[in-house]
C-alpha cells in the first residue's frame, strides 16, 4: 500500500522559512512526478510545486521564486524548501502524485504564518 507522509509545518512569522519533507512508501517513487499541493480554510486544493522524475520543476505564480521543490530519490523523499513566506501562505500542505497516479492523500502538514 502506497503510502504519503508529510511533516516540517509549523509556526512562523512573514518573511520566514519552513522546510517541508513529503515521504513515500510502497512504490517505485523515483519514477514518478510529485506535486506539492496546499489548502486554504476554505477554499479548494491547489497545486503549487511539481518536480518530474527527472528533476524538472514548475511552480504557480503565487509561490515562484519563493518556494523550491527538489527530490531525493534514494530516500525516497520530496522537499519544499519555503522562503519569504506570506500570511497568505498559510494552509495544509500535502503532496501527492499527479494525475491517474494519485493516490489517497495523507494528512498534510500545517504552515501557519503569521503577520
Known amino acids: 500500500q502506497v503510502q504519503l507522509v508529510e511533516s516540517g509545518g509549523g509556526l512562523v512569522q512573514a518573511g520566514g522559512s519552513l522546510r517541508l519533507s513529503c515521504a513515500a512508501s510502497?512504490?517505485?517513487?523515483?519514477?514518478?512526478?510529485v506535486g506539492w499541493h496546499r489548502q486554504a480554510p476554505g477554499k479548494q486544493r491547489e497545486l503549487v510545486a511539481t518536480?518530474?522524475?527527472?528533476?524538472?520543476?514548475g511552480y504557480d505564480d503565487s509561490v515562484k521564486g519563493r518556494f523550491t521543490i527538489s527530490r531525493d530519490n534514494a530516500k525516497n523523499t520530496v522537499y519544499l524548501q519555503m522562503n519569504s513566506l506570506k500570511p497568505e501562505d498559510t494552509a495544509v500542505y500535502y503532496c501527492?502524485?499527479?494525475?491517474?497516479?494519485?493516490?489517497?492523500w495523507g494528512q498534510g502538514t500545517q504552515v501557519t504564518v503569521s503577520s
Open positions: 501527492n502524485f499527479l494525475g491517474p497516479l494519485r493516490v489517497d
Open positions: 510502497g512504490t517505485i517513487f523515483s519514477r514518478k512526478t
Open positions: 518536480i518530474t522524475s527527472d528533476g524538472r520543476t
